[in-house]
Nanobody, 116 residues
Framework: QVQLVESGGGLVQPGGSLRLSCAAS????????LGWYRQAPVKQRELVAA???????NYADSVKCRFTISRDNARNTVTLQMNKLKPDDTAVYYC??????????WGQGTQVTVSS
């Protein structure tokens, strides 16, 4: 059985930082494209950042230069370092592992709230 579990969400003030982590069981991350998505109220789920099996990264324009995605295949984890957080970053953040053509596995999400 495959399970992805996110952690690290919480309440922070604008300009603050959070580090989200995703740990997997029942799956090896090694050959998957890994991504972080987010979904805010009344908005569709969007891709925030992704990292390929070869280490190439992509970021949404709204988070570029503020967020960093990284993977550790040996520990079967993927993290999202979020800096200079803004209220617009408030959302539920989801970890994903996919093939590139389709998102195969999802975590249940962790809430990030940026508010003063």
């Amino acid at each position: 059985q495959v399970q992805l579990v996110e952690s690290g969400g919480g309440l922070v003030q604008p300009g603050g930082s959070l580090r989200l982590s995703c740990a997997a069981s029942g799956i090896s991350f090694r050959m998957y494209i890994l991504g972080w998505y987010r979904q805010a109220p009344v908005k569709q789920r969007e891709l925030v950042a992704a990292v390929s099996s070869g280490g190439s990264t992509n970021y949404a324009d709204s988070v570029k230069c503020r967020f960093t995605i990284s993977r550790d295949n040996a520990r079967n984890t993927v993290t999202l370092q979020m800096n200079k957080l803004k209220p617009d970053d408030t959302a539920v953040y989801y970890c994903n592992a996919g093939s590139g053509s389709s998102p195969l596995y999802w975590g249940q999400g962790t809430q990030v709230t940026v508010s003063s």
